[in-house]
């Protein structure tokens, strides 16, 4: 397989999970963020970086597209639609294939015609694979996300069996979060304060490589 050049904009969680996935493929990832912090956090898996507001600086990117000659871009900004506009439009004019990020269709629709190659809503794509799954009648223990992470479907254990979830505090710990609760048949919206009964049934979210760790203080 050819290694590309991609650019990520936007180190959020989601841009963080793009590059996490390119880096495992052996891509060459150039990313740029406003935050030098996030950048911090995945030195190690890209090439290079750049802090840069790209909706204040949009001559920085144009000169980083030019100089560049990327293969790919995500753009990964989310909320900040106006720098997803500008980044798009940029990338587009140098001929780049692009991917965005939408918060929701109506800014999707925006994106398209903005001349977006592909437009993905990763919080509705996950939310409509975890309906898939709790809807099915047989028990789906696991559900491969994309970028490495997964839905997991497991029983409470004695590990944290009697604790509330702010106890055990997996989100900060391990970065795995919990997404419904099971009681008697009867779903929980999972709350800080919410306490785990044996035998419960849980959903969970997390990146894969971090999984066995919950599991492992789960069942004790």
């Known amino acids: 397989m050819k290694k590309k050049s991609v650019l990520v904009i936007g180190v959020g969680r989601f841009g963080r999970g793009v590059i996490q ?20 956090h995945v030195r190690d898996m890209i090439v ?9 600086d949009d001559e920085e990117l144009i000169r980083i597209v030019g100089e560049k000659n990327f293969d790919e871009a995500v753009v990964a900004l989310g909320s900040d639609f106006e720098g997803a506009l500008v980044s798009t439009h940029i990338l587009k004019e140098a001929g780049v294939r692009v991917s965005v990020k939408a918060s929701n269709e109506r800014r999707g629709n925006v994106l398209e015609k903005m001349g977006a190659d592909n437009v993905v ?3 509705r794509d996950i939310g409509m694979r975890l ?14 996300m994309p970028q490495g992470f ?7 254990g004695k590990g944290y ?7 055990i ?10 997404l419904m609760i099971y009681h008697k048949d009867e779903p929980i919206q999972p709350r800080a304060d919410t306490v ?6 849980i959903i969970v979210f997390g990146r894969k490589t971090k999984m066995h760790l919950f599991e492992t203080e789960n069942f004790g």
């Open 21 to 40: 996935g390119l880096y495992e493929r052996g891509q060459d990832i150039f990313a740029i963020d406003q935050d030098e912090e996030a950048l911090d």
């Open 48 to 56: 290079s970086g750049a802090i840069l507001d790209v909706g204040e």
């Open 121 to 123: 809503y990763p919080e």
């Open 131 to 144: 309906a898939q799954m709790i809807s099915t009648e047989s028990q789906i223990d696991i559900l491969e």
């Open 150 to 156: 997964v839905v997991e479907q497991m029983e409470v």
């Open 161 to 167: 069996a009697g604790k509330t979830i702010r106890d």
């Open 169 to 178: 505090n997996t989100t900060n710990r391990f970065g795995v979060s919990f």
């Open 196 to 201: 785990l009964c044996r035998g419960d049934l």
